[in-house]
């Protein structure tokens, strides 16, 4: 079945300090969601990612879709003590089904 | 607006003991799902509703989980008899249309389950 795999697993950054997650999807998808967990928190949605390619942006978030569709980041820029959390991947294939999401990549920021 | 209510928030029980989850959705959203999610792991789908029929169920483990919407709005999520490795957050989500997964999901606050 599908598998989506993210890297790092955790992170830990100095406050102003730039972040990237990688998202990689054994199968091609039909688009990419990416939610924050705060810790003790439940999933919150950030973005959707549909075309291949496409670049989305929020504030210091920076989202990509991979031109095949396989692949998706998450970028931050100046990290701060509030983007502390657990980010997650997650896509479903071309039938809007098999729904998965990665293992998330824990992101730490140090003041 | 309300977001997704869900109860209990916390329950323990004993192994072999039965347990049932109740989640309300945003009102007017189509979609519902159930996720599991163990401790330092990504959710799991486990069921998704569209109305109140199933749209997928592939990794609902059927020997033991079972669920239903009966009315196209809540729902319950059910196990029976319980295991240890049930011990995890069980997650309700919903959202808007009917194309599930290509809709932002809006989730509850979660049920903790411990089995002992």
């Known amino acids: 079945g599908q598998q989506v795999m993210q890297i790092p697993q955790y992170q830990h950054v100095q406050e102003g300090e730039d972040f990237t997650t990688y998202c990689n999807s054994s199968t091609t998808l039909s688009n990419i969601q990416w939610y924050k967990q705060r810790p003790g928190g439940h999933p919150v949605f950030l973005i959707q990612?549909?075309?291949?390619?496409e670049v989305k942006k929020q504030k210091r978030l920076t989202f990509q879709f991979g031109e095949a569709k396989k692949n998706s980041s998450l970028h931050i820029t100046a990290t701060q003590t509030t983007d502390v959390g657990t980010y997650f991947c997650?896509?479903?294939?071309?039938?809007?089904?098999?729904?998965?999401f990665g293992p998330g990549t824990r992101l730490s920021v140090l003041p | 607006e309300a977001g997704v209510a869900q109860s209990p928030r916390y329950k323990i029980i004993e192994k072999r003991q039965s347990v049932a989850f109740w989640c309300n959705p945003i009102?007017?959203?189509?979609?519902l799902y159930w996720y599991q999610q163990i401790l330092g792991q990504g959710p799991k789908l486990l069921i998704q509703f569209q109305n109140n029929g199933v749209v997928d169920d592939s990794q609902l483990p059927k020997d033991r989980f079972s669920a239903e919407r009966l009315k196209g709005v809540d729902s319950t999520l059910k196990i029976q008899p319980a295991k240890l490795e049930d011990s995890a957050v069980y997650l309700c989500?919903?959202?808007?249309?009917?194309?599930?997964?290509?809709?932002?999901?809006?989730f509850g606050p979660g049920t903790r389950l411990t089995v002992l």
């Open positions: 997650a896509g479903g294939d071309n039938y809007g089904q098999n729904f998965v």
């Open positions: 989500a919903s959202s808007p249309g009917t194309s599930g997964a290509y809709n932002e999901q809006f």
């Open positions: 990612l549909v075309k291949s390619g």
């Open positions: 009102s007017g959203h189509a979609t």
